[in-house]
Nanobody, 122 residues
Framework: QVQLVESGGGLVSAGGSLRLSCAASGSIFSINAMAWYRQAPGKQRELVAAATNDGNINYSDSVKDRFTISRDNAKNTVYLQMNNLNPEDTAVYYC????????????????WGQGTQVTVSS
């Protein structure tokens, strides 16, 4: 059983900062990509940022230069530092990871966290 648990969401004023964390636990053999998605009310879930285990990182254009994704592979944890937040960043933020649970089968399952609410007031 694998779990992704997010933390760090909350209410912040425009221009403020928040740091989200997501820790993966359970029967984990290896993790390739870890990512953050978000879903605002009435909108589709969208990719915010992603980081592979070999250091490749990409961001959506809407958060580039404001958000920073990082990983602590020893702790199976991914972070999202969010600076200069604006009301358009208000959404539920979800952690996502590709996780291999078997040492023999080279199959990575797609796992999601439960989501954490980020609300930015104007």
């Amino acid at each position: 059983q694998v779990q992704l648990v997010e933390s760090g969401g909350g209410l912040v004023s425009a221009g403020g900062s928040l740091r989200l964390s997501c820790a993966a636990s359970g029967s984990i053999f290896s993790i390739n990509a870890m990512a953050w998605y978000r879903q605002a009310p009435g909108k589709q879930r969208e990719l915010v940022a992603a980081a592979t285990n070999d250091g490749n990182i990409n961001y959506s254009d809407s958060v580039k230069d404001r958000f920073t994704i990082s990983r602590d592979n020893a702790k199976n944890t991914v972070y999202l530092q969010m600076n200069n937040l604006n009301p358009e960043d208000t959404a539920v933020y979800y952690c996502n990871a590709g996780i291999r649970i078997h040492p023999i089968s080279n199959v990575y399952g797609n796992y999601w966290g439960q989501g954490t609410q980020v609300t930015v007031s104007s």
